[in-house]
């Protein structure tokens, strides 16, 4: 079974100084500050207003790139319940945020958005992703989507 693919959410890029390009893509490009990750160098913008779409920005200084690509791709919600037994049946692991192995989607509590990792043969990051309805809740930080459920 395939799961649905309605178009790309987000992208990520590395840059050398976080706070050049944060300044950047706020002002000139205009985009909205979605969430900033001080400890991380890293910030996420909102495309097209919070939920459309976003823009990671990942400072790795002057190094080469110490990130692998990642892509992720927009679904529903009820594709990516189904999707870790869809991935298993493809011999694909399925990944939690930290790439660690899953048997469920988890939530990222601050857009709130419901996810499942996977890679590609190359080993490229690519994610499913469907934004949930209720308010974002950064102090949940990233749980099962079980643990969400009961929030």
Request: aromatic share 12%; net charge negative; hydrophobic share 45%.
């Amino acid at each position: 079974m395939q799961i649905s693919i309605q178009g790309l959410f987000e992208t990520h890029l590395t840059v050398r100084n976080l706070a050049t390009s944060l300044a950047f893509y706020r002002d000139v490009v205009g985009l909205e500050l979605a969430y900033l990750v001080p400890d991380r160098a890293a910030a996420f913008f909102w495309i097209g207003g919070r939920g459309q779409a976003m823009l990671g920005l990942w400072e790795v200084g002057d190094a080469p790139s110490g990130m692998r690509l990642h892509l992720a791709f927009t679904s529903t919600v009820e594709q990516i319940l189904t999707a870790p037994s869809a991935l298993i049946s493809s011999d694909v692991v399925p990944k939690g945020f930290y790439g660690e192995p899953v048997e469920e989607p988890i939530v990222i509590g601050w857009m709130p958005a419901l996810s499942l990792y996977f890679t590609d043969p190359d080993g490229h990051l690519l994610e499913y992703l469907a934004m949930l309805p209720q308010e974002p809740c950064p102090e949940v930080g990233i749980v099962p989507y079980s643990q969400w459920q009961l929030k």
